[in-house]
């Protein structure tokens, strides 16, 4: 991506942060952090932070240490690399010290109670005291819509990873386990030269099907029973995510019913995703349809999320989060029918809302007309 | 591992918790919800829990929702396994109320603002009102020293990621990239069998080697210089962690002292890690050795972490945090000396902490002479 693209994003986090008591923001959460700057270090682990953000009308600078400030000084050249030497909350009040800042916006749903604390006192004993302000979904709401070079990204990851299914599913054979079908799969996202894995797949057959996130088994996959398979990579950051149910052999009317329910509910959806509609209408139209076939109740989760530098992001395609769509949006479309013990079927698109029907950025094969 | 291994932790934690103001804690960390429980199931994300654990002297509660409770039953039988309908916040002060709750502990390092704040006034508005409490490291203490079945499956963990390392090092030529061989390390960690990574390969070669986190890039080893390669995988949730410098060819006067002195460093700080010993004692003993032969300035970072469930836990070692070994700690040991622009040399063990010497779990080869 163009160097740019992040002085846009600063430029928009400006005019947002004005709308807020906050004069100065304290950006943490990693997703957030990498679409502001471009800095593509993760965090090892939740409790330890390879950097941060501190941004304010007139700068913005990227807080880090010794392992990263040469990634950061490349990767982040609208930033000031501060390269910490002593304790964070030190650093942190020495800068938003000497810049001036009165109110600091936090990230209320990332940062801890611990350092929270820690740092409110700190910022509190200042010669000229700072407060610290809760912040809500500031940075999460600007990257709910892509750009061009963001959707090419995850048209690219959700090309890749459909090739990978291609290949995964035209080898599958009844005797393959569980565990060993999600092992091609995580090795053949790692030899395609992707970030990596966006989550541990998911491959549940039989009645293990019938559970949304089963961790793969040792089980067997038999012919004419449903295999799961939910998968995603990684891709400069930007995650895919798909779904694909396989039968070796044409299954029981029962499940050749409910496929057909699952992909016909799919197919309506995407009819109704389109710049301007309730983000909560297509699930209601996918319910309906599920419903209306006898399955209501087995049919628990929502039909959709928004994808991006996150797998789970917004917007919720959920009967309990209404909003508007607009165009950019990249979410996912993925209805699903859960028998208890016997067995489920989930299909699931990724798609950029646009002006009328969304684009579908999954490879559209491995569809039964049952 | 044992079901009572889980009854004999809950006892434990139940002794911990009565030295705390809390009645009641409510474990939200997944390494520590795993540890007390045998729930395997990550988070997605930091922002989604699959799962948190509510603790008192009579009952032990694991909350989930409809994704995991199957496999919760089954993986946590010294727990009830509570499925949540609703949100989150009613349903854990509904069980709190249930309880007889007073005070309920919360992992202040783990537990957002947010959502401290949104349940810390639901619980405050109960009929009989339940306090929040923040706890820190109640359960990390106990995770710090392991038992038997948890050192046989590090030691395993440790010998396969040795074995794979062995193999792509037999394998390494002068032109292959750093992301090659690091892609390589991923495929086979997959192949394997393991949980998976621990965390994203190092691969750090000449000038990049300088770097202690480096990310690895497109640039080709060659002979003669120092491409440092620290990996790690999963095994039943635990880590391993380890690093060798390999030479393509013998390097130069600099590199060979560099080398040999860190060797030096390294051997001189196994000899002084043991039950009773202080953790920063062997880091001042390594830190010594590389200081007396010059590069003092040049190794920036602790000598080892705590390795266990998460791959960097307690105890460190490291001139900041001085505390008592303890038997059964496992930590690694990971002199580097580091020349900014010229390269680096880092050599990592895992070792358990024992009576006298350590027990070194990772295989002890691809040392140089020199």
Same mark, same amino acid.
């Given at each position: 991506?163009?160097?740019?693209?992040?002085?846009?994003? #600063? @430029?928009?986090?400006?005019?947002?942060?004005?709308?807020?008591? =906050?004069?100065?923001?304290?950006?943490?959460? &990693?997703?957030?952090?990498?679409?502001?700057?471009?800095? =593509?270090?993760?965090?090892?682990?939740?409790?330890?932070?390879?950097?941060?953000?501190?941004?304010?009308?007139? %700068?913005?600078?990227?807080?880090?240490?010794?392992?990263?400030?040469?990634? !950061?000084?490349?990767?982040?050249?609208?930033?000031?690399?501060?390269?910490?030497?002593?304790?964070?909350?030190?650093?942190? /009040?020495?800068?938003?010290?000497?810049?001036?800042?009165?109110?600091?916006?936090?990230?209320?749903?990332?940062?801890?109670?611990? #350092?929270?604390?820690?740092?409110?006192?700190?910022?509190?004993?200042?010669?000229? +005291?700072?407060?610290?302000?809760?912040?809500?979904?500031?940075?999460?709401?600007?990257?709910?819509?892509?750009?061009? @070079?963001?959707?090419?990204?995850?048209?690219? /990851?959700?090309?890749?990873?459909?090739?990978?299914?291609?290949?995964?599913?035209?080898?599958?054979?009844?005797?393959?386990?569980?565990?060993?079908?999600?092992?091609?799969?995580?090795?053949?996202?790692?030899?395609?030269?992707?970030?990596?894995?966006?989550?541990?797949?998911?491959?549940?057959?039989? +009645?293990?099907? @019938?559970? +949304?996130? /089963?961790? &793969?088994?040792?089980?067997?996959?038999?012919?004419?029973?449903?295999?799961?398979?939910?998968? *995603? #990579?990684?891709?400069? *950051?930007?995650?895919?995510?798909?779904?694909?149910?396989?039968?070796?052999?044409?299954?029981? +009317?029962?499940?050749?019913?409910?496929?057909?329910?699952?992909?016909?509910?799919?197919?309506?959806?995407?009819?109704?995703?389109?710049?301007?509609?309730?983000?909560?209408?297509?699930?209601?139209?996918?319910?309906?349809?599920?419903?209306? !076939?006898?399955?209501?109740?087995?049919? *628990?989760?929502? #039909?959709?999320?928004?994808?991006?530098?996150?797998?789970?992001?917004?917007? /919720?395609?959920?009967?309990?989060?209404?909003?508007?769509?607009?165009?950019?949006?990249?979410?996912?479309?993925?209805?699903?029918?859960?028998?208890?013990?016997?067995? *489920?079927?989930?299909?699931?698109?990724?798609?950029?809302? %646009?002006?009328?029907?969304?684009?579908?950025?999954?490879?559209?094969?491995?569809?039964?007309?049952?």
């Amino acid at each position: 991506m163009k160097r740019s693209i992040f002085g846009e994003r #600063l @430029a928009a986090l400006r005019l947002r942060l004005e709308k807020t008591s =906050s004069d100065t923001i304290w950006v943490i959460q &990693p997703e957030n952090r990498r679409y502001l700057s471009g800095f =593509s270090a993760g965090d090892t682990q939740f409790t330890e932070s390879s950097g941060s953000l501190i941004i304010n009308k007139r %700068c913005a600078y990227l807080i880090t240490d010794s392992r990263y400030s040469t990634a !950061a000084v490349r990767e982040a050249p609208d930033f000031k690399v501060i390269t910490m030497k002593g304790h964070f909350v030190d650093e942190l /009040a020495g800068l938003v010290g000497r810049i001036r800042t009165k109110r600091l916006g936090f990230e209320q749903g990332y940062l801890t109670y611990e #350092l929270h604390k820690q740092i409110a006192g700190r910022l509190r004993n200042l010669k000229r +005291p700072v407060r610290l302000s809760p912040v809500k979904g500031l940075v999460q709401e600007m990257r709910t819509i892509k750009d061009r @070079a963001e959707t090419a990204v995850m048209g690219k /990851a959700a090309a890749l990873m459909s090739s990978i299914l291609d290949n995964v599913i035209s080898g599958l054979k009844p005797g393959c386990t569980e565990k060993g079908i999600a092992r091609e799969i995580e090795v053949r996202v790692h030899e395609s030269g992707a970030d990596g894995l966006a989550f541990t797949p998911i491959v549940a057959s039989g +009645p293990n099907s @019938a559970l +949304p996130h /089963a961790e &793969p088994t040792n089980r067997r996959i038999r012919e004419k029973e449903p295999v799961i398979l939910d998968v *995603g #990579l990684r891709m400069k *950051g930007y995650c895919c995510d798909m779904t694909r149910t396989v039968f070796l052999g044409t299954p029981g +009317p029962k499940f050749r019913k409910i496929y057909r329910t699952v992909r016909e509910a799919q197919l309506a959806a995407l009819q109704h995703i389109s710049d301007g509609i309730d983000s909560s209408y297509s699930d209601s139209i996918a319910r309906k349809i599920i419903r209306d !076939a006898g399955f209501g109740e087995y049919f *628990g989760h929502s #039909l959709g999320h928004g994808v991006g530098l996150a797998v789970h992001e917004d917007p /919720a395609l959920s009967p309990r989060r209404a909003r508007r769509l607009e165009k950019g949006m990249v979410v996912t479309v993925e209805p699903g029918i859960y028998l208890p013990g016997k067995g *489920g079927v989930r299909l699931e698109e990724m798609v950029v809302v %646009c002006e009328k029907l969304p684009k579908i950025l999954t490879k559209n094969n491995h569809y039964y007309d049952f």
